[in-house]
């Protein structure tokens, strides 16, 4: 893998800015690049995570790049959706330790409904 290459943060950036067909495609690189599934999960559920902290209004302690970047996507969302896409990314993760569903399948079908 090179690192210089992948960058797993380009999904979850994509997906706090809904852009759908961007994370998508990054999604399918970052794998190709042979980042692992659960290191973009995690970085979805942070950015997801840090979406509905800043929509709550509570983002003063996070750094200032993360804050600003957050502050521009969070208009796209409600905050029940942000609660309900968590709970989503929280009931594939358990899904799929349980051996009920597919985590790489799992994840590509919640960045296309994003």
Not at 21 to 45: C, H, P, R
Not at 92 to 107: E, F, P, T, V
């Amino acid at each position: 893998m090179n690192c210089s290459k992948t960058n797993a943060f380009r999904v979850a950036d994509s997906v706090a800015l809904r852009k759908r067909n961007t994370a998508w495609l990054s999604y399918q690189e970052e794998l190709l690049e042979g980042v692992s599934v659960e290191d973009i999960f995690w970085k979805i559920v942070w950015q997801i995570k840090v979406l509905s902290i800043v929509k709550k209004g509570y983002g003063s302690g996070l750094h200032p790049f993360v804050f600003k970047k957050a502050q521009k996507a969070s208009p796209l969302f409600k905050e029940e959706e942000l609660d309900g896409r968590f709970a989503d990314l929280v009931d594939l993760y358990h899904k799929n330790r349980q051996g009920k569903s597919d985590l790489l399948i799992g994840l590509e079908k919640f960045i296309l409904r994003i």
